[in-house]
């Protein structure tokens, strides 16, 4: 089974509930009461995302955190990199060279960087504004198939 992290799945639902308040700076604390998360896990999930240029920090009383750009702008993709670094199932990723002692003789390693491509185009294509609506009924296209997202959930 394929999952991504605590983290990363955090960091989506903290994004959204940004993207709900867009009007104003949030602070940590407020994040956390309304995700229904613990704040250490929250201020360190803001730092990543700020670190990835995805959110803005503002300091001082009236301080707090903002979407860097519009939700809209946003991807799943960038979200999940920010903490997690490059997206891929598999070490085989092409930014990384060398990470395998079996790369010289991995005959899958290609396949597995197509998969890893497909990942993350798939995840590129939803954006944090579409994340942030409640039970789209959109449909994802992952290898030429159409999936509806009830049947991927199950």
Known sequence: MLRITKQSDYAIVLMTHIVSSEDRWLNASELATQAGLPQPIVSKILKFLTRGRLLESHRGVKGGYCLARSSSEITVAEIIEALEGPISVTECI??????????AFCRVRGNWQ???????????EIT??????PGSDALVTLG???????????
């Open 128 to 133: 944090l504004e579409e994340m942030a609506r």
């Open 114 to 124: 197509r998969i890893n491509h497909v990942l993350r185009e798939a995840l590129s």
């Open 94 to 103: 092409e930014e990384s060279p060398g990470e395998c002692s079996q790369e």
């Open 144 to 154: 030429g198939r159409e999936m509806a997202p009830d049947v991927m959930a199950g």
